[in-house]
């Protein structure tokens, strides 16, 4: 059965009530119509009429729209139509709507055709322009126009935004000029969220501050379930996110909020446009700080292996890169911690060790800021002013990069190396900065920051280069308790702490919340398992380098 136009159109404009493709070929809004593709999917609903009056449409384009088009509009394209169809139809959309001028002189490609068929994606040509009096085709002019509106002001925004960066502007200048432009407040950050630049009033800042949308660091949410790109609404206002993008690597966010209305998908269009010109930025400081980097890592890496020369030599070409050397230093090494292999890929960003060094250098900036820094192959290196205060500063900078909770971020291990006053003895503390690494990550797991002193035995236990002669003796030695049980476990975790205690059983149980009579009956039993060790000393200092094993190398676990 047919439905008239002003049923079709209430059903169009009202979202509880949705028609479909079938439905509108129907009505008189079109006629002279062909289905070209997606004839098996004309039962899609609209919900709503969408047109095509500007080559970058896709943003505007929502679930279950239909979307109206000429084949003039799709010769504009800077893509194929192909993949035009490919990427609207991953919008929702339910149909595409093209006018031809005529079927003999303008057609669409077969190619695209061909891909609409694949992905279902209806696509209906017509010869005459839809009934502008019909009442499905009110508003379309208004909408066409609001498209064409934002497209003039976001290349207004562009060209102003390039002749920034063209002056040597950087993100604070992009900042500035976006927040009067756009008359919200900017915030741009690194891709983990860390803020890099802001500007806006200071009420809409302010609301930003205290809204959702950032975390209890400060950081902007990026994560998918929280965070994500796109136009929301946080208890404080409307915030816009687009992705900062260059040579197909993520290398930020740069947002847009407003306190006093909501944002819309026309706000969101100004924004990427806006992230394009940040890309711009972040490829010119790339460009002019990647042989500067170069120098820099290679620097590093030269004293780290002795060869950087005399140390007066080395303080004074550090100099020129702005470090001081001539103190008393710690060699900080980061690194990322392993991933599973069934971790999902992440998406394309620089490198890993590069973001990290540079969330490290901008933590730096106001803790330490004459320590040298060089991200190297697989780590970061710091080449910290040493004090009494120094593991609490190592722990403030790890705290800052981490974030909150890790915030779903790569997890890495931080090893600290001894002090050092010349340039002579820094690869042996190198060394020592990364046997604490590789060490505290075997025994405390990821995100460990380990001190070299903190190592205690486990520095002779990691000169011991055959890991099988290790792990056989810690079975020989524990017997039973290697085995990865709960009870196994639990044993273990009492023997550690009799051992700790020097086999005082009273201290032991009110460490483990036991009854005196409970323990005593647990040290029968290791005696039975393990051998008399109350009253053999060697065979305590045995079990207790067997069970450094067992948490160093992670037997059975």
């Known amino acids: 059965m047919n439905t008239s136009g002003t049923q079709l159109e209430a059903r169009v404009d009202n979202a509880m009530h949705p028609t479909t493709v079938q439905d509108l070929l129907a009505t008189s809004f079109l006629s002279s119509c062909s289905v070209l593709a997606g004839h098996a999917n004309l039962g899609r609903e609209i919900m709503r009429l969408n047109v095509m009056e500007v080559p970058d449409v896709i943003t505007w384009l929502r679930p279950q729209d239909l979307l109206l088009t000429t084949g003039f509009m799709l010769d504009q394209l800077a893509e194929p139509v192909g993949t035009f169809f490919s990427r609207a139809n991953s919008r929702g959309i339910a149909a595409v709507i093209v006018h031809l001028a005529s079927e003999r002189d303008d057609s669409l490609p077969q190619d695209a055709l061909a891909v609409a068929g694949a992905l279902g994606l209806p696509v209906i040509a017509v010869t005459q322009a839809p009934d502008p009096g019909h009442p499905l085709g009110r508003g379309l002019a208004a909408l066409?126009?609001?498209?064409?509106?934002?497209?003039?002001?976001?290349?207004?925004?562009?060209?102003?935004?390039?002749?920034?960066?063209?002056?040597?502007?950087?993100?604070?200048?992009?900042?500035?000029?976006?927040?009067?432009?756009?008359?919200?407040?900017?915030l741009v950050t690194t891709s983990d969220g860390r803020e890099i630049a802001r500007a806006g009033s200071a009420d809409d800042l302010c609301a930003l501050a205290h809204s959702h949308a950032l975390d209890a660091t400060g950081r902007l949410r990026t994560d998918a379930i929280e965070g994500g790109l796109g136009v929301r609404s946080t208890e404080c206002g409307s915030i816009a996110v687009s992705a900062i993008s260059a040579n197909g690597v993520d290398h930020g966010r740069i947002a847009a909020f407003r306190r006093d209305r909501t944002l819309a998908h026309d706000d969101l269009y100004l924004l990427e446009r806006a992230a394009s010109v940040c890309a711009l930025v972040v490829s010119r400081d790339?460009?002019?700080?990647?042989?500067?980097?170069?120098?820099?890592?290679?620097?590093?890496?030269?004293?780290?292996?002795?060869?950087?020369?005399?140390?007066?030599?080395?303080?004074?070409?550090?100099?020129?890169?702005?470090?001081?050397?001539?103190?008393?230093?710690?060699?900080?090494?980061?690194?990322?911690?392993?991933?599973?292999?069934?971790?999902?890929?992440?998406?394309?960003?620089?490198?890993?060790?590069?973001?990290?060094?540079?969330?490290?250098?901008?933590?730096?900036?106001?803790r330490d800021p004459a320590a040298a820094m060089a991200a190297l192959a697989t780590e970061t290196v710091i080449l910290?002013?040493?004090?009494?205060?120094?593991?609490?500063?190592?722990?403030?900078?790890?705290?800052?990069?981490?974030?909150?909770?890790?915030?779903?971020?790569?997890?890495?291990?931080?090893?600290?190396?001894?002090?050092?006053?010349?340039?002579?003895?820094?690869?042996?503390?190198?060394?020592?900065?990364?046997?604490?690494?590789?060490?505290?990550?075997?025994?405390?797991?990821?995100?460990?920051?380990?001190?070299?002193?903190?190592?205690?035995?486990?520095?002779?236990?990691?000169?011991?280069?055959?890991?099988?002669?290790?792990?056989?003796?810690?079975?020989?030695?524990?017997?039973?308790?290697?085995?990865?049980?709960?009870?196994?476990?639990?044993?273990?975790r009492t023997l550690e702490t009799l051992l700790s205690t020097n086999i005082n059983i009273a201290e032991t149980a009110r460490k483990l919340h036991f009854h005196y009579n409970t323990l005593r009956y647990r040290v029968v039993k290791l005696e039975k398992i393990l051998g008399s060790f109350t009253d053999q000393p060697e065979l305590c200092l045995d079990l207790s380098l067997a069970l450094k094993i067992m948490s160093m190398r992670r037997i059975n676990h």
């Not at 498209?147 to 002056?167: C, G, I, K, T």
């Not at 055959?466 to 079975?475: C, M, N, P, V, Y």
Request: glycine share 8%; proline share 3%.
């Open 144 to 186: 066409a126009a609001s498209q064409r509106a934002a497209m003039f002001r976001a290349e207004r925004l562009r060209r102003r935004l390039v002749d920034v960066v063209v002056a040597g502007g950087a993100f604070a200048d992009i900042a500035t000029a976006g927040a009067q432009e756009l008359s919200a407040a900017i």
């Open 286 to 366: 790339q460009a002019l700080a990647s042989v500067e980097d170069k120098h820099r890592s290679n620097f590093v890496r030269d004293l780290l292996l002795g060869r950087g020369g005399g140390h007066d030599h080395a303080v004074a070409h550090a100099k020129s890169f702005g470090w001081d050397l001539d103190r008393e230093v710690v060699v900080v090494s980061i690194e990322p911690d392993p991933v599973p292999l069934e971790t999902p890929a992440a998406p394309v960003q620089m490198p890993l060790v590069d973001r990290q060094a540079r969330a490290f250098s901008s933590a730096l900036a106001s």
């Open 384 to 492: 910290l002013g040493a004090d009494a205060h120094t593991m609490d500063t190592v722990h403030e900078l790890v705290a800052i990069v981490r974030g909150e909770g890790g915030g779903g971020r790569r997890a890495f291990s931080v090893g600290v190396s001894r002090p050092c006053t010349s340039m002579d003895e820094l690869p042996t503390v190198y060394s020592q900065a990364r046997t604490a690494l590789q060490l505290g990550r075997k025994i405390s797991g990821d995100w460990a920051v380990t001190h070299f002193d903190d190592l205690g035995v486990y520095r002779l236990l990691s000169l011991v280069d055959d890991e099988g002669e290790l792990e056989s003796f810690a079975r020989e030695t524990l017997r039973e308790l290697t085995a990865d049980t709960a009870e196994a476990q639990d044993m273990r």
